[in-house]
Nanobody
Framework: QVQLVESGGGLVQAGGSLRLSCAAS????????MGWYRQAPGKQRELVAT???????NYADSVKGRFTISRDYAEKTVYLQMSSLKPEDTAVYYC????????????????WGQGTQVTVSS
């Protein structure tokens, strides 16, 4: 069974920093794109950043210059370094990944983590 587990959320003051991690585990054959999304109360889930298997990155305009996405291929982990945090960054952050499992190498599925809360106080 494949799963994604996030960690690193918490409460931080405006202007502070946090680093989120998301580790993939299980019967994994390969991992393609990985990404971070967030959902604030009463709002739809939105893209924060993505990183391809080749290392190309993409960011939402609202986080460009403040957030950095990276990945460790050996550890099957994606990170989100968040700096200069603002109260409007408060949300539940979710990671996702396109994963092909060992048990079904013909199909890539999109997996999601359970989410981690980030709260930025003013």
């Amino acid at each position: 069974q494949v799963q994604l587990v996030e960690s690193g959320g918490g409460l931080v003051q405006a202007g502070g920093s946090l680093r989120l991690s998301c580790a993939a585990s299980g019967m994994i054959f390969s991992i393609d794109d990985m990404g971070w999304y967030r959902q604030a109360p009463g709002k739809q889930r939105e893209l924060v950043a993505t990183i391809t298997a080749g290392g190309n990155t993409n960011y939402a305009d609202s986080v460009k210059g403040r957030f950095t996405i990276s990945r460790d291929y050996a550890e099957k982990t994606v990170y989100l370094q968040m700096s200069s945090l603002k109260p409007e960054d408060t949300a539940v952050y979710y990671c996702n990944a396109g994963i092909t499992s060992l048990s079904n190498r013909g199909i890539q599925r999109l997996y999601w983590g359970q989410g981690t809360q980030v709260t930025v106080s003013s």
